[in-house]
């Protein structure tokens, strides 16, 4: 089973609003990261939030976490076009990260 | 922080063919992560080093599949003989583990074509 599944798949919204990815997943966790990944680049991380925390911020991005529902949330406060992108959450059950297949962001100016 | 290095950033190969992928981790971090990116399959990760020791390699796809790293600076993950469904970006990630924090390092990748 697929650990770390995000929805929507695709999300196309216009710069200026807010835009919310989520992410289930299965297995207990120490700790939930999102990710962003540019077209043609590599994963850059965006914002860890440990499994005894229930809300994280940075910048324009704010994350939730319900380990009681094994779900996380991601927001991202007044888009830009260069918001773009595909975001993945990956969950740390140990020394390895286990990926969703992503969100497909896509910022109209 | 030069980050981590991959090379080749294009590979075109023959089905057959060896090939030899390149990892420069970023200095001082001691864990690497070898990850396969397809559309059909998403991220995969296929095996991991830590401290230079293979960790856990059981998302290497099949014997044609093999990775090493002779040093905490250098890894290779080679193809041998390749298959056009070996297609796919392969990125190649580093980190410094510590307990409950585990934020991974990306390189640029390695888009793959197998003919």
Known sequence: SQQGEEDPQALSIQEGENATMNCSYKTSINNLQWYRQNSGRGLVHLILIRSNEREKHSGRLRVTLDTSKKSSSLLITASRAADTASYFCATDSGSRLTFGEGTQLTVNP | ?115
């Not at chain 2, 059981?58 to 600076?73: L, Q, T, V």
């Open chain 2, 1 to 115: 922080d030069a980050g981590v290095i991959q090379s080749p950033r294009h590979e075109v190969t023959e089905m057959g063919q060896e090939v030899t992928l390149r990892c420069k981790p970023i200095s001082g971090h001691n864990s690497l992560f070898w990850y396969r990116q397809t559309m059909m399959r998403g991220l995969e990760l296929l095996i991991y080093f830590n401290n230079n020791v293979p960790i856990d390699d059981s998302g290497m796809p099949e014997d044609r599949f093999s990775a090493k790293m002779p040093n905490a600076s250098f890894s290779t993950l080679k193809i041998q003989p390749s298959e056009p469904r070996d297609s796919a970006v392969y990125f190649c990630a580093s980190n410094l583990l510590a307990a409950g924090y585990n934020e991974q390092f990306f390189g640029p990748g390695t888009r793959l074509t197998v003919l």
